[in-house]
């Protein structure tokens, strides 16, 4: 119940593309969703984040999507850049909550 | 914005011998800090929580004199890789969150920049 699963592991998008990650949660708990970007020997970024009393959150060109029914939460990175080329996380928490819950992570290559 | 300092960024040590690694915020206190480990190409795994002024809470299969935590102030917590092995060669990451007046609101994770280790 603890667990974040999220999609696909890897994605290949061309430049100027939309990428699409998923995830999903089982534990009705959490209500804190962020997103966290890591380049390599990096450590992890804070990129976007949303609670549940909203369905969707923009920033840029990076928008979450969240079905509270449906426990599922998507990360939509708009007009893909080589510059994006990294390793996505999306996690959970709880209110009072400590500790976030990490995905297995998504390894997105854009290429030019 | 909230910055998290970890060193060093890497390191590479021998076999039997220890290594810490320390993890300070910069611009904010964190009452509670985390320490993560992440093999190549894998999430990050949490192996502990440091609790300022108290003992750190250790997950399950972490061994706690292998991995010794300090967390002596508001914004320094250290941690000491114990006779490493080669097996103790990861990426270690630190993350911290910013403590607010109000206990109620989540706060962003914020993390640092990774100490690679490397045993011999």
């Known amino acids: 119940q603890q667990q974040v699963k999220q999609s696909p592991q890897s994605l290949i998008v061309q430049k100027g593309g939309i990428s699409i990650i998923n995830c999903a949660y089982e534990n009705t708990a959490f209500d804190y969703f962020p997103w966290y970007q890591q380049f390599p020997g990096k450590g992890p970024a804070l990129l976007i984040a949303i609670r549940p009393d909203v369905s969707e959150k923009k920033e840029g060109r990076f928008t979450i999507s969240f079905n509270k029914s449906a426990k599922q939460f998507s990360l939509h990175i708009m007009d893909s850049q080589p510059g994006d080329s990294a390793t996505y996380f999306c996690a959970a928490s709880k209110v009072y909550g400590q500790n976030f819950v990490f995905g297995p992570g998504t390894r997105l290559s854009v290429l030019p | 914005g909230a910055v998290v300092s970890q060193h060093p960024s890497w390191v590479i040590c021998k076999s039997g011998t220890s290594v810490k690694i320390e993890c300070r915020s910069l611009?904010?206190?964190?009452?509670?800090m985390f320490w993560y480990r992440q093999f190549p190409k894998q999430s990050l795994m949490l192996m502990a929580t440091?609790?300022?002024?108290?003992?750190?809470?250790?997950e399950q299969g972490v061994e706690k004199d292998k991995f010794l935590i300090n967390h002596a102030s508001l914004t320094l917590s250290t941690l000491t890789v114990t006779s490493a092995h080669p097996e103790d060669s990861s990426f270690y990451i630190c993350?911290?969150?910013?403590?607010?007046?109000?206990?109620?609101?989540?706060?962003?994770?914020?993390f640092g920049n990774g100490t690679r280790l490397t045993v011999t």
């Open positions: 611009d904010f206190q964190a009452t509670t």
């Open positions: 440091s609790n300022e002024g108290s003992k750190a809470t250790y």
């Open positions: 993350s911290a969150r910013a403590d607010s007046g109000q206990v109620a609101y989540n706060s962003p994770l914020h």
